[in-house]
């Protein structure tokens, strides 16, 4: 079967760094998506992975393991807005994201 | 770039009507366009596929004849709630997903980009 597995929550305070980690387990790999949604809005794209290794932007940067089905998403000098939902999405042999309930993030001042 | 608008924003309509979400790519030819549902507190559910000029591929469970979706352009998907009732409220998204030539600086192919979505309420 195809599921992902990502913290529930996760909570942070402002200015410090937070790592949100993804593992998971699809039929095929195209690649890998990290999106944010904030509460009543629809989700927003952030970075995609399809290599192993680091992609850096801006304050978020996320990582890849395809051998081990492993990413996360790394948040650094974190600010109130960032407070949001962050789903990983990794997309299967037919091109389809698969989603799990993604990691709720909360800021503390 | 890459910007899908919706519209509605939000909706309330009586039970038994039908309401209509139509769902832009603005900037970008979206070959393929998905069709999402989101109840409060839940994960995205994916409704349905649809690639332009065929019919749409639904998800197990999800009836095609109350859900109808139309593609008929590169930059326009429908999707029609027909005789909607109070459990069919939801809040209704779009993605756009493109590829090839025409894109703008920054969209990346495979990338699903979403619309604001559509708040639907059945009275």
């Known amino acids: 079967g195809q599921n992902i597995d990502q913290p529930t929550e996760m909570t942070a305070t402002e200015g410090a760094i937070v790592q949100i980690n993804c593992t998971y387990q699809?039929?095929?790999?195209?690649?890998l998506f990290w999106y944010q949604q904030h509460a009543g809005e629809a989700p927003t794209f952030l970075s995609y992975?399809?290599l192993d290794g680091l992609e850096e932007k801006g304050r978020f940067s996320s990582f890849l393991s395809r051998s081990k089905g492993y990413s996360y998403l790394l948040l650094k000098e974190l600010q109130m807005k960032d407070s949001a939902s962050y789903l990983c999405?990794?997309?299967?042999?037919?091109?389809?994201?698969?989603w799990g309930a993604g990691t709720k993030l909360i800021i503390k001042p | 770039g890459a910007v899908v608008s919706q519209h509605p924003s939000w909706v309330i309509c009586k039970s038994g009507t039908s309401v209509k979400i139509e769902c832009r790519s603005l900037?970008?030819?979206?070959?393929?366009m998905f069709w999402y549902r989101q109840f409060p507190k839940q994960s995205l559910m994916l409704m349905a596929t649809?690639?332009?000029?065929?019919?749409?591929?639904?998800e197990q469970g999800v009836e095609k004849d109350k859900f109808l979706i139309n593609h008929a352009s590169l930059t326009l998907s429908t999707l029609t709630v027909t005789s909607a009732h109070p459990e069919d409220s939801s809040f209704y998204i779009c993605?756009?997903?493109?590829?090839?030539?025409?894109?703008?600086?920054?969209?990346?192919?495979?990338?699903?980009?979403f619309g604001p979505g559509t708040r639907l309420t059945v009275l």
């Open positions: 993605s756009a997903r493109g590829l090839g030539t025409g894109r703008p600086t920054g969209m990346i192919s495979d990338t699903q980009y």
């Open positions: 900037d970008f030819q979206a070959t393929t």
């Open positions: 649809s690639n332009e000029g065929s019919k749409a591929t639904y």
């Open positions: 699809t039929s095929g790999f195209n690649g």
């Open positions: 992975n399809v």
């Open positions: 999405a990794p997309m299967d042999s037919n091109y389809q994201l698969i």
